[in-house]
């Protein structure tokens, strides 16, 4: 993706709905290089058209998620794909950043193989050079494009690897990272059971956000890989509870 579409996705979640010669006079280029951006940026199913519009998405739909803070999160990715050593087996839960990392794994690494719970994962890297990809069975939750429930536990208890990738919805201070979904939250400790290691992905807005659901605790994390607008206490508070800190530059 080049810059200026991550510009272009960045206004769009802004507007929600905004017009292609909007778009053109903002980014200051012609509504034909802009057509062609979005056409790119639908078939990836990053956004939506309508006739001379650009859209979003259900926002809770994956495609959606993984435009908000888009930057942030390829940094991200691209920071905790420096974690990962050339033939290692991964586990990698169904956000949005961890979609990312599963690209970048494809190309900054070689004969990496991904355990997930995620369709949308599989289907996105099917084509980039990973080894294997090994999905997890359960039951299909439509917005996520992930498995969740019991049968994921049955699948994930045949693995045993050294780190988990997981992404999060929210943060609170005196309790750790949340979600806003039971089912996801159980599934993710079903796959923490099968990981030496928990590293959370969380870009710097999750922070100033609380999700319903208790994710993990402090004591469950072995590393948070954020940015570099990670506010201070928030940093601080990690640090306190021993938590090895990553921060994409």
Do not use: W
């Amino acid at each position: 993706m080049t810059e200026r579409q991550s510009k272009l996705i960045k206004l769009v979640n802004l507007y929600q709905k905004i017009e292609v010669s909007r778009l053109a006079e903002l980014l200051d280029v012609s509504q034909v290089t802009i057509r062609k951006d979005l056409d790119h940026l639908e078939e990836e199913g990053l956004l939506s058209r309508e006739h001379g519009y650009a859209l979003i998405k259900n926002a809770n739909d994956i495609n959606t998620r993984l435009t908000i803070n888009y930057d942030k999160k390829i940094e991200i990715a691209t920071k905790a794909a420096e974690m990962v050593s050339n033939g290692e087996t991964v586990m990698l839960e169904s956000g949005s950043t961890c979609t990312l990392l599963a690209e970048q794994l494809a190309k900054l690494k070689k004969d990496i193989t991904i355990i997930t719970n995620s369709a949308y994962i599989a289907i996105r890297i099917r084509d980039l050079p990973i080894r294997k990809v090994i999905l997890l069975g359960g039951e299909y939750q439509k917005e996520y494009q992930g498995m969740v429930g019991p049968l994921v536990r049955k699948c994930a208890k045949e693995f045993y690897v050294d780190k988990f990738f997981v992404g999060t919805d929210g943060f609170i201070p005196d309790a750790g990272f949340t979600c806003d979904d039971l089912m996801r939250v159980e599934t993710m400790k079903y796959m923490e059971g099968s990981a030496n290691r928990m590293i959370i992905l969380a870009d710097s807005s999750k922070f100033s956000q609380k999700g319903v659901v208790i994710q993990t605790t402090f004591s469950e994390i072995d590393t948070v890989c954020t940015d570099a607008d990670i506010p201070e206490d928030a940093l601080e508070n990690l640090k306190r509870h021993n938590i090895n800190v990553e921060i994409a530059e």
